[in-house]
Each structure stands twice: as C-alpha cells, then as structure tokens.
C-alpha cells in the first residue's frame, strides 16, 4: 500500500510489503473511485490544486461507471427473465406437433409424416429419400416447380414398391435451373416434440432422435 511521505517540501510515496499470500483487488468499484479521489485531493500539491473543470470530469467518470454497472445489471436481469420465458414457452408446447428447419421424415403405423421444400427460383426437382443407414430407399422425380412451399408426397414405399417399416428417414431434395446450375432449396420437417432440455447453446427440443433449437420453430401445427 503506497503511504505518502513529506521529503524537502515535496509529497512522495513509499511503499510496504504485501503480506504474504495477500491478494489485491482485480476490479473497482464506485466507493474504490470515491476512496482515490478524496486521497487525490489529500495529497494534491497546495500550490497547483486540482481546478475545477479536472474535479468535474473526474466526478463525470464516477457516474459513466456507476451508469455502466447498472446497465450491465439490467441487462443481465432482462436475459434471465426472456430465459425464463423460453423455457417456459418450450415446456408449454411438449406434446404438440411442430414444423421446424429440417430434412426428417418419420414412418408411423404406416403413415408418413410431412415435410416442405421450397426452391429460390423454379426449377427442375427431384427427391432422394434415404433410411438411418444412408442407404437410398427411394428416388421422385418431380419436374418443374415454382417458388411455392411444396409439400414432400410420399407413401412410403421403397424403389420395388413395397411398404418401408416404421421408422426415422431423411430427404434430400435437387433442383436445376434451365442451365443445368443447382438452385438453393430451403426444407422443413414436422414432428411432435416429446421433450425440452437446455444447455450453452440454448433451449433444445426433442422430435423423435432429433434436437433442434426453439428458435427454429416455424409453426406450431396442433
């Protein structure tokens, strides 16, 4: 800690040992800013003080920081309430079936679930549908599409025609200009949530083995 000492008319400083093990402070707060100013007044030179525009900026500097700290607070109590509303908001929705960003199909009792496509500009397209393996189980030629949101159809059989068990599958869809140049293609799937669960990243929802963001929801369906 730095004590002022008098030599020949002049303030100077010397210093003492920290105890050993003592460990300084790493930040600063507003009383530590008062503290340093009232020592800086103490000690000024009585021949050349402090004037009066040098006080008001400094006590400016005490409010910037003082301002800053409670905006910082602020802003932390606004993320954990719109956390809190998050999750509240997922937990309202497990049961429901939702469509979100996505490629995944689903074969249930027979039935296939739906999935979207939607092309940046018309196009040729067509669809390979692959089980969990990778392995291609199904190929539709669709022709020419516009921009429309297009519904996947599917009946859920394979290249022979036979009836695909139940299941988790994935589609991938192709579209080509007139050129021959491949067109951008957004996909949705729909599911039905059966559990939330969060971590760093967010709050996550399970649709059948897949996670998928909250923020991804694109309607919530029934």
Known sequence: MAIPAVTNGTTTATTTAQPTGAIGKTSLNQVDF????????????????????????????????????????????????????????????????VEVKGNGLTIKDGKVSEGFYQLEKPGRVAINI??????????????????????LVWDGKNLAGAALPDGEY?????????????????????????????????????????????SEIIAILA
């Open 170 to 214: 994935s589609f991938r869809v192709t579209a080509l200009d007139e050129k021959d140049q491949s067109i951008n293609v957004t996909t949705t799937m729909t599911g039905k949530v059966d559990g939330v669960s969060f971590d760093s990243t967010g709050t996550l929802l399970r649709i059948g083995s897949k996670q998928v963001l909250l």
């Open 130 to 151: 692959f089980d969990t393996r990778g392995g291609l189980v199904r190929t539709l030629e669709l022709g020419a599409q516009d921009t429309t949101k297009q519904k």
């Open 34 to 97: 008062l503290n340093l100013f009232v020592a800086q007044l103490k000690f000024q030179d009585p021949m050349q003080p402090m004037d009066n525009y040098q006080m008001a900026s400094q006590m400016a500097q005490f409010s910037l920081v003082e301002g800053m700290n409670k905006m910082s607070e602020s802003l932390k109590n606004m993320e954990a309430s719109q956390l809190a509303a998050n999750n509240l908001q997922a937990a309202s929705i497990v049961g429901k079936t």
